[in-house]
């Protein structure tokens, strides 16, 4: 029972390079998320997809996108990374909305210099 | 729109003694509310959450949580605690089941202290 799984775990860019956070899931959950996590901040949502084939942006979605591949896999991609993006990122995954509770990867630690 | 405050940033206290972390919300309509744990390097982990019915409502590892609507609070409560309840806890809320944007507080970190 592997739940979300997230890849890679930790990463180092320069600024302007671009990457894509990996997210599976393998519990046949509908909705997709990601969040960034800094001190202080709370989690933040970045973009979701409430079902395969659709996404949607959330409170801070400028500078990403996403790709929701198919019903397993929901990617997360930076273009041009800035130092602003430095943040630990969670994928997050539900059956359905998120009433019925989240179920989070284990994040990737982002460093942009 | 709906928010949630959490009081408190840190709150230490001595191991086997009581804790209360403290969540207020605000919300014109209908709330769904939530406590998740985050330990040390892990993501979330879902404590419990009320949807409706009961307005006490217990989690996992001896959590309770009461919802107050008249002062907008769903505060978080265990009568005794362990070292191993050292962590990071996050209120959240949702307005209508169905829908996809939980909003997180910005955390409350307890620190229990042998």
């Known amino acids: 029972n592997a739940g979300v799984t997230q890849t890679p775990k930790f990463q180092v860019l320069k600024t302007g390079q671009s990457m894509t956070l990996q997210c599976a899931q393998d519990m046949n959950h509908n909705s997709m998320y990601w969040y960034r996590q800094d001190p202080g901040m709370g989690l933040r949502l970045i973009y979701y997809?409430?079902?395969?084939?659709?996404?949607d942006k959330g409170e801070v979605p400028n500078g990403y996108n996403v790709s929701r591949l198919n019903k397993r896999e929901f990617s997360l991609r930076l273009e041009s990374a800035a130092p602003s993006q430095t943040s630990v990122y969670f994928c997050?995954?539900?059956?359905?909305?998120?009433?019925?509770?989240?179920?989070f990867g284990s994040g990737t630690r982002l460093t942009v210099v | 729109a709906q928010s949630v405050t959490q009081l408190d940033s840190q709150v230490p206290v001595f191991e086997e003694a009581p804790v209360e972390l403290r969540c207020n919300y605000s919300s014109s309509v209908s709330v769904y509310l939530f406590w998740y744990v985050q330990y040390p390097n892990q993501g979330l982990q879902l404590l419990l959450k009320y949807l409706s019915g009961s307005t006490l409502v217990k989690g996992i590892n001896g959590f309770e949580a009461e919802f107050n609507k008249s002062q907008t609070s769903f505060h978080l409560r265990k009568p005794s605690v362990h070292i191993s309840d050292t962590a990071e806890y996050f209120c959240?809320?949702?307005?209508?089941?169905?829908?996809?944007?939980?909003?997180f507080g910005k955390g409350t970190k307890l620190s229990v202290i042998p």
């Open positions: 959240a809320v949702l307005t209508g089941a169905g829908s996809y944007q939980l909003t």
């Open positions: 997050a995954s539900s059956l359905k909305g998120a009433g019925y509770g989240y179920t």
């Open positions: 997809s409430a079902s395969e084939g659709t996404t």
